[in-house]
T-cell receptor
């Protein structure tokens, strides 16, 4: 069975500071891993995903994530936070059985 | 065009009403999804259509009835809903419905059941 854990339901960072959103997963098969962002009153938008190949994945808006199999992690980072990054972020894991598992989400707050 | 559209944006209905939510995409995707999202929670998968056939039904009550008339259109028919069904209903699509595919989400329909 698959599961995904996002550490911290709320994360606050200062504008210009490093953003780090944590995601750990468990899966009995090689997973596919995604980060989606949801801005207020909007649908979800893909930031980046890992399926196979290079473990460091670059996404939109300067975000990147690294798949670390040994740590079962897929943490999301951005070197310098911008006010427009304030949103809800979801880590998602899917497996070969087509089950889609969402993390509980992390609300990112950007402090001026 | 990578857009998924949903209508209406907002819907208020009584518990005896019948209403429908509509979702449309013109990306040539053959998989379409309905999700329910309560406030401050992640989306919960309700239904998946793959090649116009219902492939996943996540034990959703029968007062929710999905329909996929063609590969571009997905409806969700609502009847005799309860106040706890109030939520944001999101539609999404992907190329074929495989696990590693990106899902493209619509903006959602915000439903209030009185």
């Amino acid at each position: 069975a698959q599961s995904v854990t996002q550490l911290g339901s709320h994360v606050s960072v200062s504008e210009g500071a490093l953003v780090l959103l944590r995601c750990n997963y468990s899966s009995s098969v090689p997973p596919y891993l995604f980060w989606y962002v949801q801005y207020p009153n909007q649908g979800l938008q893909l930031l980046l995903k890992y399926t196979t190949g290079a473990t460091l994945v670059k996404g939109i808006n300067g975000f990147e994530a690294e798949f670390k199999k040994s740590e079962t992690s897929f943490h999301l980072t951005k070197p310098s936070a911008h006010m427009s990054d304030a949103a809800e972020y979801f880590c998602v894991v899917t497996g070969r059985d087509d089950k889609i598992i969402f993390g509980k989400g992390t609300r990112l707050h950007i402090l001026p | 065009d990578t857009e998924v559209t949903q209508t209406p944006k907002h819907l208020v209905m009584g518990m005896t009403n019948k209403k429908s939510l509509k979702c449309e995409q013109h990306m040539g995707h053959r998989a379409m999804y309905w999700y329910k999202q309560k406030a401050k929670k992640p989306p919960e998968l309700m239904f998946v259509y793959s090649y116009e056939k219902l492939s996943i039904n996540e034990s959703v009550p029968s007062r929710f009835s999905p329909e996929c008339p063609n590969s571009s259109l997905l409806n969700l028919h609502l009847h005799a809903l309860q106040p706890e069904d109030s939520a944001l209903y999101l539609c999404a699509s992907s190329q074929r419905g495989f696990s590693g595919e990106t899902q493209y989400f619509g903006p959602g329909t915000r439903l209030l059941v009185l």
